[in-house]
């Protein structure tokens, strides 16, 4: 079957990124200049989706995707009162609650109002929900990594898998965020992928650490269809990331892996908050809600020390340029990257 990726101009996808980098003028540069972009919609209201959605297409972008968070199960308050507790000692906290992120309204809108795609993050829709979707027209990328999460999506009915490695900024698209997991690293993008074209015969978007054409090359080669980059966008000038996130992205610190921020496993540049807070539990999306006023202070004032820095391991690489100017970039470094490696002598016996 063909998707959307074999039609493209360019094997580069643009990653949702919730949370402010998210904007309709990212996302249409990008399907402008030949790749593909998927506007964000976790954290918003169905009624914000429509909006972003009618702005993206004022811009006559082409094929773009939308993104979705599916919802989890509310925690009990007691395994995060002790941690929220001891956060109130220092900073203004906002109401931990659960909610499903707008989940069936938005689910129902799209097939109400289609797009070209819809791709998901933190689990897999169920068949039904795939079906209906599939039914208004769109198709469906599901994030996974591992190999057992792929065979779920692929059971389900989705279409493409992006599968995100270790490397990748932001929150892991893990199905289940469980503690107890974290004894195993999780796996690298360029291991997922090999996994993953062993094992499942859906195509691949590689996600995580790729900020060059080399990088995407490294995962064409490995099997992918395309490469998703998100932590390359955040400083373009269409994005909506916040002063702060954009000065620290060229720090020559490391990312870590953390769950202080929001309750679900994210991985981000090192500051103090992170460090401070090695031991937060699982909690979603109640201690993304009760950090918020936290975060929002921070961001404010411009203290790196207390916001969440979502960033890739390659965040170094990240430069300031317009979109249409990047994907055109990283096509033309991603060709010659292929060229350089098919130059090498690879003597067949
Ligand atoms: C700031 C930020 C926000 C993100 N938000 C989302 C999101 O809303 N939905 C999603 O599926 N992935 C999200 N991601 C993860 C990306 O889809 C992708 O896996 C990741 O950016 C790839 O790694 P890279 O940042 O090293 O390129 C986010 C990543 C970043 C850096």
């Avoid at 220092?90 to 992120?101: K, M, Q, S, T």
């Avoid at 996600?207 to 990088?215: D, P, S, V, Y």
Wanted: glycine share 8%; with cysteine; net charge negative.
């Amino acid at each position: 079957m063909r998707v959307i990726i074999d039609e493209l101009r360019t094997p580069i996808v643009l990653a949702p990124m919730a949370g402010g980098p998210s904007t309709p003028e990212l996302t249409a540069a990008v399907s402008r200049a030949g790749g593909l972009g998927v506007l964000a919609a976790g954290y918003l209201t169905v009624a914000a989706t429509a909006e972003r959605l009618a702005a993206t297409r004022a811009l006559d972008p082409g094929p773009f995707g939308v993104n979705l968070f599916v919802p989890g199960a509310a925690t009990p308050a007691d395994r995060y009162a002790g941690y929220l507790a001891e956060l109130a000692r220092d900073f203004p906290l906002g109401e931990a609650r659960f909610d499903p992120d707008d989940w069936s309204a938005k689910l129902e809108r799209l097939t109400a109002d289609p797009v070209p795609l819809v791709s998901f993050t933190f689990g897999c829709p169920s068949a039904a929900e795939i079906e209906r979707l599939h039914a208004a027209g769109s198709e469906i990328w599901v994030t996974i990594t591992s190999v057992a999460e792929a065979r779920i999506a692929r059971d389900a009915g989705a279409d493409v898998l992006v599968a995100q490695g270790a490397e990748a900024g932001g929150h892991r698209g893990t199905f289940a965020d469980r503690a107890e997991d974290d004894v195993a690293d999780p796996l690298t993008t360029l291991a997922l992928v090999q996994l993953l074209t062993a094992a499942v015969d859906l195509p691949i978007v590689a996600a995580g650490g790729i900020a060059t054409g080399a990088g995407v090359a490294a995962a064409l080669a490995a099997g992918a269809a395309a490469a998703q980059l998100g932590t390359a966008f955040l400083d373009c000038p269409e994005a909506g990331t916040a002063r702060v996130h954009r000065d620290a992205l060229a720090l020559d610190i490391p990312t870590m892996l953390t769950r202080a921020f929001t309750g679900r496993r994210a991985r981000g540049l090192r500051n103090r908050f992170l460090l401070e807070h090695p031991d937060a539990p699982v909690a979603y999306p109640e201690i993304h809600y009760a950090t918020g006023p936290l975060r929002a202070a921070a961001r404010a004032s411009g203290s790196a020390d207390a916001v969440n820095l979502w960033a890739g391991q390659a965040h170094t690489l990240t430069s300031r340029e317009p979109a249409a100017d990047l994907v055109r970039r990283l096509s033309a470094e991603t060709k010659s990257a292929l060229e350089k490696a098919l130059s090498r002598r690879i003597q067949c016996y």
